[in-house]
């Protein structure tokens, strides 16, 4: 065994005792049957195939004892791999993706079974059921792990499915805006019903919505994104106590910052809540009146207006909690205010915009670097507040290409060159955010990490090493896109050569 170990490990000690670990019940009422040692001898062969197809076997087989180390009862494990092999698959593909996702089912084991369910049964992941779950967690004695615990099990069903194979780039960021959602309606209910207790009830007809902006607004989420918010409300009159309703609001955001603050893994809390982009910005009230942010972005009446990149901005605005009524009268009606804009004034602020990102961003950033996702991202907003009537309007990046190209404002070639670039820069995102939850992309310097990176993507070393074709010269994976992506990898591409 152990020179079957030296032929696949660089550390084959080190390989042994992970699998002895393996091997091992962590209760010491279940390990006299040695069940678990003897289910896990007849996978082994199984096992070590599977994580030899991933680049660094060692840390694969390391991440995949660190997850595997506080569950309960390991034979039963071992025996669902027996019978169902995808199970065995996904787990290794989970070791193989993500070093945070590995950690985050250590410590909560006791989501493992109900993740499992939901993959073999591809549960879809809905705003409304991670909404129940949540509102369950905060009447529950310990609403912080609780919440945690929820948010640890949505993580790791989108994670590994993605991993694993079984979601595409849309369908991830998709389920992670679902997750985020529910967790933001949750927590505004919350508030909401804990500042009308304090205040005997809530302002007279008061609507409060919650829009989301940047990546949540567009469906098209990341692992570890931050989440940009615009609240709104509407009242016809004071709380009960005299209470005003913008301050009243404010209390009610104020309780929902902290909810979100209290829910904490790590160093930081799963879900960073972002108002900055709030008309007025960090010195303006959190919660603002419909009318008032209307009047900021028309550039009606006294006090600050509006700057084009902050329409920018609102490009992306959905309704994502509270009133969703008021929450799309309000996108409906700032969708208007953000249009008419001089075209050449507006590619003018994109390029500004762009050139002080691109300063402050090192050359291999893939967010913001030079011919990055946000060089596409802009640009979209851009052409989307010039050609698209604000009803027409949408706030993923990809259909809003794609309604751009139908209204004949893209030709053909322009399109398939962002659309396919940016489809494939955003899985290279993916990849790179879900090993660590970075909230910057830096594509790797390093030979074996640009290697491991090439392999997640479905590259292979064949005529050509893998990196080398994940770097644009050998052209994309099958199913990955046309010829968009050398182009759109061209920047990237030349300054890692040049480093290497």
């Known amino acids: 065994m152990r020179q079957r170990l030296a032929e696949r490990f660089a550390d084959p000690e080190a390989a042994w005792s992970a699998l002895r670990d393996?091997?091992?019940?962590?209760?010491?009422?279940?390990?006299?049957s040695g069940r678990a040692r003897v289910v896990l001898a007849g996978l082994l062969?199984?096992?070590?195939?599977?994580?030899g197809r991933h680049t660094d076997p060692d840390r694969v087989l390391s991440n995949l004892r660190a997850a595997l180390e506080h569950l309960g009862a390991k034979a039963?494990?071992?025996?669902?791999?027996?019978?169902?092999?995808?199970a065995l698959e996904l787990l290794v593909a989970l070791a193989a993706g993500s070093d945070v996702l590995s950690t985050l089912l250590a410590r909560h084991p006791g989501v493992f079974d109900e993740v499992i369910d939901r993959l073999l049964t591809r549960a879809p992941v809905h705003a409304q059921d991670v909404l129940s779950e949540v509102r369950f967690a905060l009447t529950s004695a310990a609403p912080g792990p609780g919440q945690l615990e929820v948010w640890a099990l949505y993580q790791l069903q989108i994670g590994i499915s993605d991993l694993g194979g079984r979601s595409n780039l849309q369908n991830t960021a998709r389920q992670l805006a679902e997750v985020s959602s529910g967790f933001l309606e949750a927590w505004l209910q919350y508030a909401l019903a804990d500042t009308a207790g304090a205040h005997g009830g809530t302002p007279a007809g008061l609507q409060l919505a919650l829009l989301s902006l940047g990546k949540l607004g567009g469906r098209e989420l990341c692992y570890g994104s931050d989440v940009d918010l615009l609240a709104v409300y509407e009242a016809e009159g004071p709380a009960p106590d005299g209470t005003a309703p913008q301050v009243f609001c404010e209390a009610v955001l104020r309780k929902l910052l902290a909810r979100a603050q209290a829910v904490a893994w790590g160093d930081a809390p799963p879900l960073e809540l972002d108002f900055r982009l709030r008309p007025g910005g960090k010195s303006?009230?959190?919660a603002q009146s419909l009318e008032a942010v209307e009047g900021y972005y028309l550039a009606r009446g006294a006090g600050p207006h509006a700057h084009d990149f902050e329409r920018l901005a609102l490009q992306k605005a959905r309704a994502v909690a509270g009133s969703l009524e008021l929450g799309q009268r309000a996108v409906d009606r700032v969708r208007r205010a953000i249009r008419g804009r001089d075209a050449a004034a507006l590619g003018a602020e994109v390029e500004r915009m762009r050139e002080l990102q691109r300063r402050a961003a090192a050359e291999h950033d893939l967010k913001r670097g030079r011919g990055?996702?946000?060089?596409?991202?802009?640009s979209t907003s851009a052409l989307a507040l010039l050609h698209l009537d604000p009803a027409r309007d949408e706030p993923n990046t990809l259909r809003a290409l794609h309604a751009l190209q139908a209204a004949g404002a893209l030709e053909a070639g322009a399109y398939l060159a962002l659309s396919t670039g940016y489809a494939f820069l955003r899985r290279v995102e993916l990849r790179l955010r879900v090993q660590r939850f970075d909230a910057r992309p830096l594509l790797p310097l390093g030979h074996a990490k640009r290697r491991q990176l090439a392999h997640s993507l479905g590259y292979q070393d064949a005529a050509v090493p893998a990196e080398?074709?994940?770097?644009?010269?050998?052209g994309p994976p099958p199913g990955a896109g046309g010829p968009a992506l050398r182009g759109d990898l061209a920047p990237h591409a030349a300054w890692l050569e040049s480093e290497a």
Request: zero cysteines; proline letters at 9%.
């Open 76 to 86: 039963t494990v071992y025996e669902l791999w027996s019978e169902q092999p995808d």
């Open 468 to 474: 080398e074709a994940f770097l644009g010269r050998a």
């Open 284 to 286: 303006s009230p959190l």
């Open 372 to 378: 990055s996702l946000s060089d596409v991202e802009l």
């Open 45 to 51: 062969p199984t096992l070590l195939e599977a994580i």
């Open 22 to 32: 393996l091997s091992r019940e962590r209760s010491s009422l279940l390990a006299p």
